[in-house]
């Protein structure tokens, strides 16, 4: 089992930027690729980013490339989510997710076994 918790939401204004954490407890944080996903009010959640085990091969939805840049930090057993110049259509609950079933990122919500709380993101314009 694998505990994932998110901190760093809350309310910016467009244009802003937000940090994003998501500790992990439990297993070994390094044998687990992850992701961030994010749901808006009356939309299916949706992939953001993800990285490799070993903090590698970065991808992002295209709606995010150039402004949000994951990474991760094995020794604290933390991923983070940098979102630069944040617009309202970014208003979501962002989710952490890890999956030890993968050789490198996964970009689905099947792919992955373990999911955090969520923690609200709201743009305003």
């Known amino acids: 089992q694998v505990q994932l918790v998110e901190s760093g939401g809350g309310l910016v204004q467009a244009g802003g930027s937000l940090r994003l954490s998501c500790a992990a407890s439990?297993?070994?944080?390094?044998?687990?690729?992850m992701g961030w996903f994010r749901q808006a009010p009356g939309k299916e959640r949706e992939f953001v980013a993800a990285?490799?085990?070993?903090?590698?091969?970065?991808s992002y939805t295209d709606s995010v490339k150039g402004r949000f840049t994951i990474s991760r930090d094995n020794a604290k057993n933390t991923v983070y989510l940098v979102m630069n110049s944040l617009k309202p259509e970014d208003t979501a609950v962002y989710t952490c997710?890890?999956?030890?079933?993968?050789?490198?990122?996964?970009?689905?919500?099947?792919?992955?076994?373990?999911w955090g709380q969520g923690t609200q993101v709201t743009v305003s314009s």
């Open positions: 990285i490799d085990r070993s903090g590698g091969n970065p």
């Open positions: 997710a890890a999956t030890g079933r993968v050789l490198v990122t996964a970009s689905t919500s099947r792919e992955y076994d373990y």
């Open positions: 439990g297993r070994t944080f390094s044998r687990y690729a």
